[in-house]
T-cell receptor, first 113, second 114 residues
Framework: EDKVVQSPLSLVVHEGDTVTLNCSYEVTNFRSLLWYKQEKKAPTFLFMLTSSGIEKKSGRLSSILDKKELFSILNITATQTGDSAVYLCAVAYSGAGSYQLTFGKGTKLSVIP | GAVVSQHPSWVICKSGTSVKIECRSLDFQATTMFWYRQFPKQSLMLMATSNEGSKATYEQGVEKDKFLINHASLTLSTLTVTSAHPEDSSFYIC??????????FGPGTRLLVL
């Protein structure tokens, strides 16, 4: 059973569009939610969210967490072709006495000129 | 800061041989490193958690005798794929834990076993 579910699985938009990527989770002993961007190689860190309702922002990217409804969104405004990548959501939680990080399957974003 | 390197980037080997992959934290010390495997068009799957100075903790279904992990220092963890077979061909990625939860990833190693 998937603990972290991302939607949509794939998305194609035109440059300049705004996109919203979704991540819902179901874990006990939640610690934080992390967003990563994966192009051809390993994921690069975008955001870590621990508190509800506080928006994290970096340039055209922003993200927010809702711990009551158990989801997070990642927004990208004025998309560019360089934003094309797989965006991964991961949830850190305490399991079996240790720290665990579980990834969703990712959302593949394609930005076309 | 928080740069993680992996070596090699690419490796092609014959079936039955062993392959060692190194993961280094370049500008910080990492008591905990993680090893992931990623198959095409799939997400990252955690293989094991590597703690400096102690035995690695393996995820269910991962053979510890096949995937040997050594975390000999605070900046180096190694993964050795022993007696590699074609089904071991994958993208292997390490990460190092920084602070409470954030993990920074190495660039990954693509393994192709012929």
């Amino acid at each position: 059973e998937d603990k972290v579910v991302q939607s949509p699985l794939s998305l194609v938009v035109h440059e300049g569009d705004t996109v919203t990527l979704n991540c819902s989770y179901e874990v006990t002993n939640f610690r934080s939610l992390l967003w990563y961007k994966q192009e051809k190689k390993a994921p690069t860190f975008l955001f870590m969210l621990t508190s509800s309702g506080i928006e994290k922002k970096s340039g055209r990217l922003s993200s927010i967490l809702d711990k009551k409804e158990l989801f997070s969104i990642l927004n990208i405004t004025a998309t560019q072709t360089g934003d094309s990548a797989v965006y991964l959501c991961a949830v850190a939680y305490s399991g079996a006495g240790s720290y665990q990080l579980t990834f969703g399957k990712g959302t593949k974003l394609s930005v076309i000129p | 800061g928080a740069v993680v390197s992996q070596h090699p980037s690419w490796v092609i080997c014959k079936s039955g041989t062993s392959v060692k992959i190194e993961c280094r934290s370049l500008d910080f010390q990492a008591t905990t490193m993680f090893w992931y495997r990623q198959f095409p068009k799939q997400s990252l799957m955690l293989m094991a958690t590597s703690n400096e100075g102690s035995k690695a903790t393996y995820e269910q279904g991962v053979e510890k005798d096949k995937f040997l992990i050594n975390h000999a220092s605070l900046t180096l963890s190694t993964l050795t794929v022993t007696s590699a077979h074609p089904e071991d061909s994958s993208f292997y990625i390490c990460s190092a834990r920084v602070g409470q939860e954030t993990q920074y990833f190495g660039p990954g190693t693509r393994l192709l076993v012929l």
